[in-house]
């Protein structure tokens, strides 16, 4: 659920900020259209790819869910815009997110840490959660398990799978997926909306991942990750990736530099995980 962010608007009026002064000046800062012209997209005509960004960042800030609650409150009168522009950028299949996601991490990097000092408690976190929908006719929807409400716990939607660093001070979300489980069946599956996809393009990918194994999906994203330069200490995640296997391949990534960590699912489990893994000297 969403927080009223007024005490933060408390602290910043006092220094003469906005939401949106604050948001820009970070947007200076981390450099974006050059992260956005280096991701290797730039739209031909119309607003350009950071002004929309930039509007689409103030909308947590305000309080608000969707775009189409923006131009239905006050707050449409910040921009000359129309939500048509925002609905195409979400809609093209060749914004290349990740990789822009990618270029505010390397710039985070820079800023904050530019000696390059692994913390002692650094780390890479694994986890996913559900992300329940309405609507049969979306894409790629499953039913999905959400294990925290138990046998009631299946539900219509995907499951988010997120990768976040922590550098021993700051968290940062670093790459994502979206995942499928159960799929529709009969009538419902037919009437599942399917959109072309420009082969090897960005919204493709992310198309592929969506049917991949999430543990899989994991691995391949830790590897990008050390191979974006970011370093740690060790892998987190939850109980559904404690298998011997999982650890095993972390372990073999840049010559066993970082060790797992996993919640207990039982004792042989977390026995067999703790053999697995060799110990500090």
Known sequence: MQQDLSEVGK?????EYSMATVLLDAAKIFKLPSIIKKAGFEKAQGYSVTEIIRLMMLLPFLV????????TSHFREITTMR?????RLQNDERIPWRSILYGVVTRFQ??????????PNSALIADDTTDARTGFHIENISYVFDHVEGRRGTKLGFKDLVLGWFDGTSFLPVDFSIHSEKPLRGRRRKVQYHKVCVPGSPGATRRTECATNKIDQTLAMIKRAVKHGIRVRYVLAD???????????????????????????????????????????
């Open 11 to 15: 602290v910043l009026e006092p220094h």
């Open 64 to 71: 608000l869910n969707s775009v189409n609650d923006w131009f």
């Open 83 to 87: 939500k048509d522009a925002i609905y």
């Open 110 to 119: 820079r800023l904050v840490n530019p000696q390059k000092t692994v913390a």
């Open 239 to 281: 109980s559904g990736f404690s298998s011997k296997g999982f650890i095993q391949a972390v372990r073999q990534i840049r010559h066993q530099a970082m060790h797992v960590v996993c919640a207990r699912t039982s004792a042989s489990m977390s026995t067999k995980a703790l053999q697995s893994t060799p110990r500090r000297s």
